[in-house]
Every structure is written in C-alpha cells, then in structure tokens.
C-alpha cells in the first residue's frame, strides 16, 4: 500500500527564518507523482506543485523549493525567508496506482501545521 | 476561470436528518472526487466520477452515503440519515483529462455538523 508519512505535526518559527518541511513517502509503482497542497485558515485546498517520479531536478518558484530525492523516497518543501502569510498546513500526497486508465487517486500524508509568528 | 464550486460553505443539521452537498466541477475537466477530511482520519477519498460515471466508491463509509453526477457540471453526495460522526470537511476536487498527470484542484469546502 502506499504510504505518505508527514513526521512533523508542527513547525513554529519567526519570521524571515527558513524552514523545511518534509515528507517521506512508500510505493511500489515506479510511476508516481508528488503534490504539495496548502490549506491556509481559510480551510481550502490550495495546490502548489506536482512532480513526477522520472524528474528529480529540484524545483524553485519564488521563497518555495522542493527538494526531490528518490533513493531517499523524500520530497521535502522549504520556504525561505518565511511570512506569517506562510502560516497554514501543508499536505504532501502521492499518485496511487490504478487499475483504470488515466485514473489518479491521492494518498495524504497527515499534514504539518506550520506559524509562521511575527 | 472559476474553480471548483461547493454548497452550501456551512452546514448545521440535526442527527437523522438528510443531507445534499453540491459541487461544480471546473469546466472541462472530467474527473470529480470527493474528499472528507477529520481530525482523527486527514483526508480521505470517498469516490470519483470519471466522464459522469462513478469509478471507484471503495471510500464510501457505509451505505449511508451516496454520491451521483447526472450531468458533466454537476456532483451531489448525500448523506441519509445523518449521524453526528459524519461531522467533517467535504471538499469536492475535478482534474483535466489526459491521464495519470493530472493535477486535483479542490473546491472550497463544506464544513458539516451534525448535532
């Protein structure tokens, strides 16, 4: 079965620190995608990024990068220079396999609850 | 474009009683899924519809529940009767056609409680 395992239930930083969030993910398929959500207080879903599993170039977009390595099976999301607008939870999930075409169903990880205090 | 759109935002009801929420999924798209998230259980998938037809409903949670999308545009579960346990966050998601690489994007949300 696959298996997201997000090990840390909370970060609390100050601001302008940067901070790491990891995810160590479980999977048998050699075809998989990662995502990143973030669910801010506002309470939806916000998506962030997608990688799959044949690429392992990291990835920036403005303070964000994700940091994909698989012989670790990690896919860790680091925010530089953190805001307190960062303040929310994020979700890493996995691609589960099916036995559909073209069907895609996410496994979630717990979540890491991540302050971002002023 | 519009994103995913759920209703009602909120919902307070009383055990027993049925309960319809409503998602549109974004245009185009023609996978719509349907989440519950709780404290206790994270996200969880109830079930999808690929092309308007129910594909997987292994998540169901008992027969309680039940979900239909009569038409490309529009989803409904329904629970019946309600029970106070199935307090959550339901959140309906659609992706683009074209296989294993899509993207889910979620909707707002329907936070329900049942007292």
């Known amino acids: 079965a696959q298996k997201v395992t997000q090990a840390q239930t909370e970060i609390s930083v100050v601001e302008k620190e940067d901070v790491t969030l990891d995810c160590v993910y479980e999977?048998?398929?050699?075809?998989?995608?990662l995502f990143w959500y973030k669910q801010p207080p506002s309470g939806e879903l916000v998506f962030l990024i997608r990688?799959?599993?044949?690429?392992?170039q990291n990835e920036i977009s403005g303070r964000y990068s994700w940091n994909f390595q698989k012989s670790t099976s990690s896919f860790n999301f680091t925010i530089t220079a953190s805001q307190v607008v960062d303040s929310a939870v994020y979700f890493c999930?996995?691609?589960?396999?099916?036995?559909?075409?073209?069907?895609?169903?996410?496994?979630f990880g717990q979540g890491t609850r991540l302050t971002i205090n002023p | 474009d519009a994103g995913v759109i759920q209703s009602p935002r909120h919902e307070v009801t009383e055990m027993g009683q049925e309960v319809t929420l409503r998602c549109k999924p974004i245009?185009?798209?023609?996978?719509l899924f349907w989440y519950r998230q709780t404290m206790m259980r994270g996200l969880e998938l109830l079930i999808y519809?690929?092309?308007?037809?129910?594909?997987?409903d292994s998540g169901m949670p008992e027969d309680r529940f039940s979900a239909k999308m009569p038409n490309a545009s529009f989803s409904t579960l329904k629970i019946q009767p309600s029970e106070p346990r199935d307090s959550a966050v339901y959140f309906c998601?659609?992706?683009?056609?074209?296989?294993?690489?899509?993207?889910?994007?979620f909707g707002p949300g329907t936070r329900l409680t049942v007292l």
């Open positions: 245009s185009g798209h023609d996978y």
């Open positions: 999977t048998r398929d050699t075809t998989y995608y």
């Open positions: 999930a996995l691609s589960e396999m099916t036995l559909i075409q073209g069907a895609q169903k996410l496994v």
């Open positions: 998601a659609s992706s683009f056609p074209g296989g294993r690489t899509d993207t889910q994007y």
């Open positions: 990688r799959n599993s044949f690429d392992e």
């Open positions: 519809f690929n092309n308007n037809v129910p594909i997987d």
